[in-house]
C-alpha cells in the first residue's frame, strides 16, 4: 500500500523567503505525482504533475522535481507571497489503478 | 468548460438521517472519482467511474453509503442513517480516460452530522 508522507506539517516565513516543500513515498513504482493546493474549506487545485519520465516541472514560480528511484519530490516556491498561504499536498497513483494517495499536506503561512 | 461542479456546499442533518450529494464534472470527461477528508488529513479515495459502470469502491465505503452515475454523466452519493463519524468534506474529482492526466476537483460538500 503506498505511503505517502509530506515535512513539514506546518510552515510560516515572512514574504519573499523561498519554500521548500517535501514529499516521499513508498512505492517507488509510480506512474506520475501531482502537487495541489487546496485553501481553508475549499476543493483542491491542481499545481503541477511530473510524469515519472520527467525530472523536474515548472510553472511561474512554482518548480517541482521527483526522484524515483529515492522515493521524493520537492516543491519550490520562490519569493513568496501572503496569496501563497495555504495547504500544499502531494498525491501519487498507483501503477495498476488511478487513484490517488495523498500526504497530509503542508499548511504555509507567508506573513506580509 | 465550467469545472467540476458539487452541491450542496454545505449540508448539516442530525445523526440517523439520509443525505445526497452532488456532482457535475467537466463535460468530456470519463472517470469521476469521490474521495473523502476529515480535518488535517488528506483527501482519501471512496470510488470510481468509468462513464456509468462503478469500477472501484474502498473498504471505507460501507453498506451505508451508495454511489450513482446514470447515463455517465452527474453522480451522486448517498449516506444513509448518518453516524458522527461521517461529518467531513465530500470531494469529487474527474479526468479524461487518457492515463496520466491531472484530476480537476470540486470545491467538495462539507458535511457536519450532529
Given at each position: 500500500?503506498?505511503?505517502?508522507?509530506?515535512?513539514?506539517?506546518?510552515?510560516?516565513?515572512?514574504?519573499?523567503?523561498?519554500?521548500?516543500?517535501?514529499?516521499?513515498f513508498?512505492?517507488s513504482a509510480i506512474?506520475?505525482l501531482?502537487?495541489?493546493?487546496?485553501?481553508?474549506?475549499?476543493?483542491?487545485?491542481?499545481?503541477?504533475?511530473i510524469?515519472s519520465s520527467q525530472r523536474?516541472?515548472?510553472?511561474?514560480?512554482?518548480?517541482?522535481?521527483l526522484d524515483k528511484s529515492s522515493g521524493r519530490s520537492?516543491?519550490?516556491?520562490?519569493?513568496?507571497?501572503?496569496?501563497?498561504?495555504?495547504?500544499?499536498?502531494?498525491?501519487v497513483?498507483?501503477?495498476?489503478?488511478?487513484?490517488?494517495?495523498?500526504?497530509?499536506?503542508?499548511?504555509?503561512?507567508?506573513?506580509? | 468548460?465550467?469545472?467540476?461542479?458539487?452541491?450542496?456546499?454545505?449540508?448539516?442533518?442530525?445523526?440517523?438521517?439520509?443525505?445526497?450529494?452532488?456532482?457535475?464534472?467537466?463535460?468530456?470527461?470519463?472517470?469521476?472519482?469521490?474521495?473523502?477528508?476529515?480535518?488535517?488529513?488528506?483527501?482519501?479515495?471512496?470510488?470510481?467511474?468509468?462513464?456509468?459502470?462503478?469500477?472501484?469502491?474502498?473498504?471505507?465505503?460501507?453498506?451505508?453509503?451508495?454511489?450513482?452515475?446514470?447515463?455517465?454523466?452527474?453522480?451522486?452519493?448517498?449516506?444513509?442513517?448518518?453516524?458522527?463519524?461521517?461529518?467531513?468534506?465530500?470531494?469529487?474529482?474527474?479526468?479524461?480516460?487518457?492515463?496520466?492526466?491531472?484530476?480537476?476537483?470540486?470545491?467538495?460538500?462539507?458535511?457536519?452530522?450532529?
Open positions: 500500500k503506498q505511503e505517502v508522507t509530506q515535512i513539514p506539517a506546518a510552515l510560516s516565513v515572512p514574504e519573499g523567503e523561498n519554500l521548500v516543500l517535501n514529499c516521499s513508498t512505492d506512474y506520475n501531482q502537487w495541489f493546493r487546496q485553501d481553508p474549506g475549499k476543493g483542491l487545485t491542481s499545481l503541477l504533475l510524469q523536474e516541472q515548472t510553472s511561474g514560480r512554482l518548480n517541482a522535481s520537492t516543491l519550490y516556491i520562490a519569493a513568496s507571497q501572503p496569496g501563497d498561504s495555504a495547504t500544499y499536498l502531494c498525491a497513483p498507483s501503477t495498476n489503478d488511478y487513484k490517488l494517495s495523498f500526504g497530509a499536506g503542508t499548511t504555509v503561512t507567508v506573513r506580509a | 468548460d465550467t469545472g467540476v461542479s458539487q452541491n450542496p456546499r454545505h449540508k448539516i442533518t442530525k445523526r440517523g438521517q439520509n443525505v445526497t450529494f452532488r456532482c457535475d464534472p467537466i463535460s468530456e470527461h470519463n472517470r469521476l472519482y469521490w474521495y473523502r477528508q476529515t480535518l488535517g488529513q488528506g483527501p482519501e479515495f471512496l470510488t470510481y467511474f468509468q462513464n456509468e459502470a462503478q469500477l472501484e469502491k474502498s473498504r471505507l465505503l460501507s453498506d451505508r453509503f451508495s454511489a450513482e452515475r446514470p447515463k455517465g454523466s452527474f453522480s451522486t452519493l448517498e449516506i444513509q442513517r448518518t453516524e458522527q463519524g461521517d461529518s467531513a468534506m465530500y470531494l469529487c474529482a474527474s479526468s479524461s480516460l487518457r492515463r496520466g492526466e491531472k484530476l480537476f476537483f470540486g470545491s467538495g460538500t462539507q458535511l457536519s452530522v450532529l
